[in-house]
């Protein structure tokens, strides 16, 4: 597993996927569905992250994704995905 534990050098984010540049040349990017915290959050809460070494965290979503998971094309658990739901929801009335 551990040679999939490769560093990052850029992250890219559109409305739609997920990318990440990888130390060794590779860009790897999967559909931004996988990652519901990261679909449903506002852009500066997207845009809002740091690298560090062989993954990225996005700290104002408690949100941490490796390159790993990202060249492995794992999907964001369940659990995870109905914290970001209820997060964009409770947002979303107290707005209102």
């Known amino acids: 597993m551990s040679d999939l534990n490769v560093e990052i050098s850029a992250v890219r984010i559109s409305d739609d996927r997920l990318g990440f540049e990888l130390v060794d040349g590779r860009t790897v ?3 931004l569905a996988f990652y519901p ?3 449903l959050a506002s852009r500066e809460e997207r845009e809002t992250f740091e690298i560090t070494g062989s993954s990225v965290y996005w700290p104002l979503l408690d949100c941490d994704i490796g390159s ?3 060249l492995l094309g794992a999907k964001e658990t369940r659990f995870y995905a109905k914290q970001a739901y209820v997060r964009k929801v409770t947002k979303q009335a107290a707005a209102a």
């Open 29 to 31: 990017s999967v559909p």
């Open 37 to 39: 915290t990261l679909l």
């Open 68 to 70: 790993a998971g990202l």
